[in-house]
């Protein structure tokens, strides 16, 4: 099979002026080598496409694919994931991971919270901020935890995103109002353990890999798996793979959410427990990163004995079969 692979390169928008934290959820050229040699492992014949932009040359020019590796996160709007997967279903090509749907609706933090709250999974109380206007509406009591609506990779979250005042909330989210020219969502802060479950499959079939709890060291930003402790994880954060009552809570929570989403393939979830310590639902990662070593989704499956080149057949293999069940209703 021929399997095109569509990326946002870092460097490429490092190199047009783009920042560091601008371009902190696109990929470095060492993951997009190592998903070629993990399809050419299992028998597949790798493509590079690239970005939205290469993809729309490539098919003008008549360019097709057996199927799409897609992990590019886009550039602009709250469909910024969905515009790669739009296209290849414009042209009938079959890509790995989730639907224009599915990704929008994750992107947007608080369109995702209200479809988990209406299906009774439990995540936050919150509030989503357009203007600083919207302020005068909030009822959650202090304290609170605000960052944007659509951002990935910790961005926009920083020690200042725990809030505990009427005066750091204003502050805060006024920062970020114009900072990052999309909304803020604030919600309750949750002060329990921070896991996050690694899940591959599609619907009744999806299953959790493992989950990670998330240690932030004394030299860390507080409080806070923020945009600097994700950037230096190995001297600030300790990754540790559980399996304890909460764990299993969380697995069970994070399966619940990724199926009511509509994700398919493979993922992240995102928990952490409230005062009671029962894990609540933060953010949902059907793009999670792929790096073979700094990312998250494959650092779970290394603590729990999966080799790199299998999760990439397992997401592979879970696209197959429901392509081959789409084609055949």
Same mark, same amino acid.
């Given at each position: ?22 371009? *902190? ?16 492992? #299992? %028998? ?7 970005? &939205? ?7 003008? #020019? ?39 749907? *599915? ?24 509030? &989503? ?6 302020? $005068? !509406? ?19 979250? $920083?020690? *200042? ?10 502050? &805060? ?14 919600? !309750? ?18 299953? *959790? ?25 190995? #001297? ?40 009671? %310590? ?10 999670a990163g792929l790096h073979p070593v700094h990312s998250d989704l ?32």
């Amino acid at each position: 099979m021929k399997i095109g692979l569509t990326y946002d390169l870092r460097d490429d928008y490092l190199a047009e002026g783009y920042t560091e934290e601008e371009t *902190a959820e696109f990929d470095r050229l060492d993951t997009i080598e190592a998903l070629e040699a993990a399809l050419l492992f #299992s %028998g597949y014949r790798p493509d590079r496409i690239g970005h &939205v932009k290469a993809l729309v040359t490539r098919l003008i #020019s008549g360019d097709r694919w057996d199927m799409v590796f897609n992990i590019a996160e886009g550039l602009h709007g709250f469909g910024r994931e969905a515009q790669i997967p739009a296209l290849l279903e414009a042209y009938g090509i079959p890509y790995t991971f989730s639907d224009p749907l *599915a990704l929008t609706l994750t992107l947007h933090k608080g369109m995702a919270k209200r479809v988990l709250r209406d299906v009774g999974i439990p995540t936050p109380d919150f509030i &989503v901020i357009e203007t600083e206007d919207d302020l $005068t !509406s909030l009822e959650i009591p202090f304290p609170l935890f605000a960052k944007p609506v659509a951002e990935g990779t910790g961005k926009g979250i $920083t020690a *200042a995103s725990k809030i505990s005042s009427e005066r750091e909330l204003k502050q &805060v989210c006024g920062t970020l109002l114009k900072k990052y020219r999309q909304p803020v969502l604030v919600e !309750s802060f949750l002060p329990g353990r921070e896991l996050t479950v690694g899940i591959v499959g599609t619907g009744k079939e999806a299953v *959790a890999l493992g989950v990670m709890e998330i240690h932030l060291r004394e030299e860390a930003e507080r409080d806070v798996y923020s945009f600097t402790n994700k950037e230096n994880y190995e #001297s600030l954060v300790e990754y540790n793979l559980v399996n304890d009552d909460m764990a299993r809570n969380a697995e069970e929570i994070a399966l619940a959410a990724w199926r009511a989403l509509g994700c398919r393939d493979g993922g992240r979830i995102d928990l952490r427990a409230d005062a009671a %310590g029962y894990p609540n639902v933060m953010e949902i990662n059907p793009l999670a990163g792929l790096h073979p070593v700094h990312s998250d989704l494959p650092i779970i499956c290394n603590l729990v004995g999966i080799p790199y080149h299998e999760l990439i057949s397992m997401i592979m293999r879970s696209a197959r079969k429901r392509i081959l069940v789409e084609d055949l209703v």
